[in-house]
């Protein structure tokens, strides 16, 4: 298609084009954004059904735990055990008695299955339980073995569509496991807790998932419209599949969109309760958890098409009030060009244009008295031609100046690349292959990087005019220290060293910026970890006098030779010969310094080449 020769249309089609498309980046980019915290708000309140789920998970057992512990501990039933292993007494008269205190716990909760002592062997001799429930001759291997081992036995099963709970305690006589106490519960008012949890809609479910004979056994509680009435339902799946209820079995912990065993897309978020091998999954359909984000796309649908006939029309009109002078204007300057000098026009249509139809009329009555006084009037228009170059030139360069000024303040500030690229690395914008994921991982980590040079450069700007800021307050070093360690263990893992914290006394208070003393503790062990290349890293934790003493000691390469008395400077580099990637900006440990002495405290190095470093630093106590 040909661009449109009048100015009119090319008015319509500029305008219309900035107009559509001015808006469609907005609305696109504002989807996006609404998309990606969309998302993430669906993931954190996934994440919060799981942990009320295993919560009360958690407290169902502990309490049946609790029964099961008491039963054990109790002594009437220990000495009948014993005495009834030992032969000397009349076993049925001991049988009765122990069936009689069994009898009086499950009359104190209807929904006791079975209440059973057992022998370490596993025999149940004795027991009682709810009618109709079938009653167990023996316990099973995979309770027995960890209650006789010093444990408890926790296990579940689906009886007739509910979920039953199983715990085991060790009877102990005189010190020595003599029997096995069992407890089995269907867990009714734990269902009725779980089916209460908000977040799901309409749609959604909460699995518990365990290991069963190189398999996974899933039972499903569907919790959306059906509010857990309809029972738990049973699946098995194999452990070679990606699933989340598998995941969670053995251990992993997350949440993502993924499809579930019917094909159906969900969002799953997954995670192991805490002291059992059980998984707890919440599952929702991934079209009713992201309906907001596609009813926003909708409107964003609605609203761009709206605004590509709105903008034409917006566009023909100005083109229109525009075009429509400048015809006039046209029409008198071919009237005046053909010899017709009383030519005149008359225009009212914007300030511009009037005046410049102002300066028409002018120039007509110039030329009409050129006409009569041609030499004259020739030398007269000269100078004036030179003056309106001069102006001319200087709206030029006036010109040149503001485009130079534009483009500069007009580039993209780094935290939008950031989030740009981020948003492209998390294909929260479409999928992507391993090459162009790993030239945006690169462009990232050097925006990563450029954005700890800037943020390192001003916290030692600020240190060298005095103007850090601390906000004083009564902090536990031992557990500053312990965050450290734990946020940077896996990297210690990966890296084979070992990663602890050493405390002669607990805890040991000192008054102290918590984030500025984190940022020095993980600064040093950060170094620690970055030139060790075997053995351990180790974070002490000590009082002398009024002052606490904090020691990051690795067993790392040490520092060379001249190296120990500058390497609190700015810009110093201790291992110059270090790859690249592990050399810092030389301000980390300057910045430390800064903030020890903006404390009152001070820090120092001990350091032998090829045998490991040790630094310390102080802070005042806590008083």
Known sequence: MRFPRSLKGRLTIVVALAVVVTGTVVLLF??????????????????????????????????????????????PLANDLGVYLSGTGDRDQLLESMNNQLYSVCRGDPAYDDVSVALRDGTVIAGCGREGAEQPDRI?????????????????????????????SAVVVDGEVVGVSMITSRATQLQRELSLIPGLGSSGTIMLSKELGGRVLVLILPVGAQGGSGGWEEMSLAMSDDMPMVKSAIGERGEGVVDSPA????????????????????????????????????????????LLFGGLALAYMIARSIARPLEELQQGVKALAGGNLSTRVTISDGLEVTALAGEFNQMAVRLSDLYENLERKVEERTVEL????????ELDDLKSEFVSIASHELRSPMSAMKMGVSTVVNEMVGPLNEEQKVMLSIANGNIDRLTRL?????????????????????CDLVELAREVVEANGPQAKHLGLELEVVATEEPAYAGCDHDRIYQVIQ????????????????????????????????????????????????????????????????????????????????????????KGSRFCFTVPVWE
């Not at 942990?51 to 057992?61: D, G, K, P």
């Not at 992201?290 to 609605?302: G, K, W």
């Not at 030179?386 to 030139?393: G, S």
């Not at 060298?464 to 906000?471: I, M």
Request: aromatic share 6%; proline share 2%; with cysteine.
């Open 30 to 75: 504002a989807y996006y954004i609404s998309r990606s915290i969309s998302r993430e708000q669906v993931f954190k309140s996934m994440e919060s059904v799981v942990s009320n789920a295993v919560n009360s998970v958690e407290a169902h057992v502990a309490g049946l735990l609790f029964k099961s512990e008491s039963l054990a501990f109790s002594d």
């Open 140 to 168: 099973p291997d995979q309770l027995l073995e960890p209650t006789l081992s010093g444990g408890v036995g926790i296990d579940y099963d689906l009886k007739d569509g509910d979920l039953v709970l199983t715990v085991t």
């Open 263 to 306: 094909g159906e897309s969900i969002i799953a978020s997954y995670d192991q309760i805490p002291g059992m091998d059980w998984g707890v999954t919440a599952t929702m359909d991934s079209a009713e958890a992201l309906a907001p984000i596609s009813r926003l796309r909708n409107v964003i649908i609605i609203v761009v098409a709206v």
């Open 386 to 393: 030179r003056d309106a170059n001069l102006r001319l030139k």
């Open 454 to 474: 800037t943020s390192e450069l001003l916290d030692h700007t600020r240190i060298e005019a005095g103007q850090l800021e601390l906000e004083i307050e009564k």
């Open 523 to 610: 600064n040093l062990v950060g170094n620690a970890l970055k030139f060790t290349e075997e053995g351990s890293v180790t974070v002490s934790i000590s009082r002398r006098d009024d002052y606490i003493v904090v020691c990051v000691e690795d067993t790392g390469r040490g520092l060379p030779d001249g190296v120990v008395d500058t390497v609190f400077e700015k810009f110093s580099r201790a291992h110059i010969e270090t790859r690249s990637e592990k050399r810092g900006t030389g301000l980390g440990l300057a910045i430390c310094k800064g903030i020890v002495e903006a404390h009152g405290g001070e820090i120092t190095v001990e350091s032998e080449l090829g």
